[in-house]
C-alpha cells in the first residue's frame, strides 16, 4: 500500500541528517508500529507522510503513484493524529468534528451521520457541547482520534495517541486502534510504550539516527536462538549474584530483572536450581523469547537521548 524508498532528509544549518535513506513497506490492513528513540527521526517521517514536509531525496509511493499526487487528488485517504491536540479549545465537541467535516469535505446527508458515527466511535456522546479546552486529557486524545476518522481514512497515522492519559483512557484508545484494524483501515503507530507495541501492530520497524536499524514481524523479531530468561532475585547481593548467572550464560540487569540468555548445554531448571543453593529466592522467573523493550534497548544501545 505505501512503500518508502532511500528516503533523506535534512533541516536546514543542522549538521546530521534527521533521515538517512529510510527504506520500508506497509501492507494494506496492517498495523505498523514505528519506534524509535527522541531524534531518531520519526517526526520527520510521520511529517513526510502527511505532506507536511517535501521530499528532498527518496520516494514515497501510495498504490503504485507518487504520495504527492495521491494527497493533492484526495487528501483524505491518508489521515493523522498527531501527538499535539489538534482542535480548536474554544469550540464545543459537536462545533470541532462539524468544522473538520467541512474541512474534510464531507457535505450534504454524509456529514451528520459521520458526525454522530464519530462521537459514538470515541463515546464522546455526553461532551457534545462541552467546549474542547475543558476536557480531560483522555478526552482530549479521543476527540484527537473522532477528528482523524471522520473522513473514512484508508490510512491514518497515530502519533504517541495515548501520550499523558490514565490507564482506563489507554485501554480505551487501543481498544479503537484494534476496531480500526479490524474494520480495514491501515495504520502507522508510534509509541514510546512498548507493550502497547506488542499488544496492537503486527509489523514494527525501529529507526535511530535516521535509519532503519530492523523491520518485519513481532515473530520475526523477537525469535531467538538461544533461550532466555528473565529474574527477579531476592537476598543475594549484585556482587554475587551476577557472577553466578554468568556461569549460565550472559546476564544483564536493567528494567528491575535480570536477563540471562542461556548457553547452549545449560537449562533454566539449573539456573534456578543454583540461585537457590546459594541462598537467593527466586521471587519471579519467565522463560522464552525476549519483548520488544529488549530488542529495542540492545539495537540503541540505552543510551539516554535529550
Known amino acids: 500500500m505505501l512503500a518508502i524508498r532511500n528516503l533523506a532528509f535534512r533541516y536546514p544549518a543542522c549538521e546530521h541528517p534527521a533521515l538517512a535513506g529510510v527504506s520500508f513497506d506497509i501492507q494494506r490492513g496492517e498495523v505498523l508500529g514505528l519506534l524509535g528513540p527522541n531524534g531518531a527521526g520519526k517526526t ?30 484526495n487528501p483524505t485517504r491518508i489521515a493523522i493524529a498527531p501527538q499535539e491536540y489538534a482542535f480548536y479549545p474554544m469550540l464545543t465537541v459537536r462545533e470541532n468534528l462539524a468544522c473538520f467535516a467541512a474541512a474534510a469535505r464531507l457535505r450534504g446527508s454524509r456529514k451528520q451521520p459521520r458526525i ?24 482530549k486524545r479521543r476527540l484527537n482520534l473522532a ?12 502519533d504517541e495517541p495515548t501520550a499523558g492519559v490514565d490507564p482506563q483512557s489507554r485501554a480505551f484508545l487501543l481498544d479503537a486502534v484494534r476496531s480500526l484494524a479490524q474494520g480495514g483501515t491501515t495504520l502507522l503507530y ?11 501492530a503486527t509489523h514494527v520497524v525501529i529507526i535511530d539516527s535516521g535509519k532503519v536499524l530492523t ?26 549474584l551476577q557472577p553466578l548467572l554468568q556461569r549460565f550464560g550472559q546476564a544483564e540487569y536493567f528494567g528491575g530483572e535480570w536477563q540471562v540468555t542461556l548457553l547452549p548445554h545449560e537449562s533454566a531448571p539449573r539456573l ?26 540492545t539495537l540503541t544501545h540505552r543510551s539516554l537521548r535529550d
Open 116 to 139: 454522530t458515527e464519530c462521537l459514538a466511535f470515541s463515546q464522546l456522546e455526553r461532551y457534545t457541547d462541552t467546549r474542547a479546552a475543558r476536557l480531560s486529557g483522555g478526552l
Open 190 to 200: 508510534t509509541s514510546h510504550y512498548m507493550e502497547e507495541i506488542e499488544t496492537v
Open 215 to 240: 523491520a518485519g514481524t513481532l515473530d520475526e523479531l523477537l525469535r531467538e536462538e538461544a533461550p532466555r530468561v528473565l529474574l527477579k532475585v531476592e537476598q543475594l547481593p549484585s556482587e554475587t
Open 272 to 297: 534456578l536450581s543454583a540461585i537457590e543453593a546459594a541462598g537467593g529466592r527466586v521471587r519471579h522467573a519467565s522463560f522464552g523469547r525476549g519483548n520488544l523493550e529488549q530488542l529495542f534497548m
Open 44 to 73: 520527520t517521517l510521520i511529517a513526510h507522510l502527511a505532506g507536511a514536509l517535501p521530499l528532498q531525496q527518496g520516494e514515497i509511493t501510495f498504490d503504485g503513484k507518487p504520495l504527492a499526487a495521491v494527497r493533492r487528488d
Open 147 to 158: 477528528i482523524a476518522v471522520l473522513p473514512e481514512p484508508e490510512m491514518l497515522l497515530l
